[in-house]
């Protein structure tokens, strides 16, 4: 069945540098990809929709990339800040396209 | 626009009792999905109403249950609760249903269901 991974569950960084968060998914090729941020307490706000047809998309300081040789989707923050602290969630829809998978996250810290 | 609306945000219910969440989606939006979210699990489907028909539905006991009405609000109800029905419960609301290609889900804050 189809399986999605986030590689860490938790990821440390300084102010001022890139963030890279994975996303891996097996035995299927989703036709795109989404990705959510989750503050602590809050519902998932969508951040950037990624197509298979598409290997990168930007949006200010967000990019995400999508490999389908791979099976892997790439989410980085450039010049991150403290308030890009949260959990970051991708989502592809499953097999048949009906509902979204979500993985479990990585939660991100970033210290000034 | 207002966003998507949950009621009540906190819940605390017995085992064996039922319980009814209501979600209120973005004007316009016909499509209204229901998620469960765990430590353990993440975030999981549970359904997907649009247009008052149940348009795909997660694998989940026949204990959890929904309906759409004609404004586009939703309800989510759990018959003879367990205690690992503890859970974050979030309802998303789309102006497409996922069968109409890829959109956004605009999430609610939640409603929090403890199971003692």
């Known amino acids: 069945s189809q399986k999605i991974e986030q590689n860490s569950e938790a990821l440390n960084i300084q102010e001022g540098k890139t963030a890279t968060l994975t996303c891996n998914y097996t035995?299927?090729?989703?036709?795109?990809l989404q990705w959510y941020r989750q503050d602590p307490g809050r519902g998932p706000v969508f951040l950037l929709l990624?197509?298979?047809?598409?290997k990168e998309k930007r949006k200010e300081r967000l990019k995400v990339t999508f490999d389908t040789t791979l099976k892997q989707s790439l989410f980085h923050i450039t010049a991150s800040q403290p308030a890009d602290s949260a959990t970051y969630l991708c989502a592809p829809p499953d097999q048949a396209g009906t509902a979204l998978i979500f993985g479990k996250g990585t939660t991100l810290s970033v210290s000034s | 626009k207002a966003g998507v609306t949950q009621t009540p945000r906190y819940l605390i219910k017995t085992r064996g009792q039922q319980v009814t969440l209501s979600c209120s989606p973005i004007s316009g939006h016909r499509s209204v999905s229901w998620y469960q979210q765990t430590p353990g699990q993440g975030l999981q489907f549970l359904f997907e109403?649009?247009?008052?028909?149940?348009?795909n539905k997660g694998n989940f006991p026949g204990r959890f249950s929904g309906r759409q009405f004609s404004n586009s609000r939703s309800e989510m109800n759990v018959s003879t609760l367990e205690l690992g029905d503890s859970a974050l419960y979030l309802c998303?609301?789309?102006?497409?249903?996922?069968?109409?290609?890829?959109?956004?889900?605009?999430f609610g804050p939640g409603t929090r269901l403890t199971v003692t």
């Open positions: 998303a609301s789309s102006p497409l249903p996922r069968t109409g290609g890829p959109s956004e889900q605009y």
């Open positions: 035995n299927y090729s989703p036709a795109y």
């Open positions: 109403y649009f247009s008052e028909t149940q348009r």
């Open positions: 990624i197509r298979e047809n598409e």
